[in-house]
């Protein structure tokens, strides 16, 4: 019996972000994006293993050498419209955000279960490791170039900030790809 369950939800890149590294997290939309196991060449979050940051203080000292699962942002087109709206936005910029890969058409994104799979047409496979909490990081990209609208983003952004995600296989995506999801076979934890 599989462990992971295919689902009926499949979603569709409608934006791609490359993350050059450095302090920002402005990304630059691009057309594809090839992912080796160390995740996009060149970007921000590239890395096999990456330093603990502070998301992290409660196991590790900061700055400890440990797996890096977060070397994707994947967001739901969705979820982010329902964020500008709440910042009285007409829309919100995907850059700002530091989008990797922006979805439309699976619901509730934020909240796939971790471990969930996105696999997209030449096999390439994404594992999410969580929920990506919103912080006060993308909010300084839209102050920028929106003033006064920056600090409306961490509480606007609760709970549809996306996930973040690793690269389980290598290959490429591009803009208008399908991926397919695939969840844990699993139930919900009940301690």
Not at 32 to 54: D, I, P, Q, T
Not at 65 to 82: G, P
Not at 89 to 116: C, E, K, M, Q
Not at 173 to 190: E, I, M, S
């Amino acid at each position: 019996m599989p462990v992971l369950r295919e689902t009926e939800f499949t979603g569709e890149i409608v934006w791609l972000g490359h993350v050059p590294a450095g302090q920002s997290i402005r990304a630059s939309g691009v057309r594809e994006m090839s992912l080796g196991f160390a995740g996009a060449a060149g970007e921000r979050h590239e890395g096999v293993n990456r330093s603990s940051c502070v998301r992290m203080k409660n196991l590790y000292p900061q700055g400890t050498e440990i797996r890096n699962v977060r070397q994707l942002s994947v967001l739901s087109e969705d979820e982010m419209q329902a964020t500008a709206a709440e910042m009285g936005l007409d829309a919100l910029d995907p850059s700002y955000l530091g989008v990797s890969i922006l979805l439309r058409g699976i619901p509730d994104f934020t909240h796939v279960p971790p471990s969930s799979r996105l696999q997209g047409p030449d096999g390439v496979t994404i594992t999410v490791d969580m929920e990506n909490r919103p912080c006060v990081i993308p909010g300084r990209e839209v102050e920028a170039d929106l003033p006064g609208h920056g600090a409306a983003f961490k509480p606007a952004a609760k709970g549809r900030r996306g996930v973040t995600a690793w690269v389980e296989r290598p290959g490429v995506l591009k803009l208008g790809d399908r991926l397919k999801l695939f969840v844990p076979d699993q139930r919900a934890w009940a301690p």
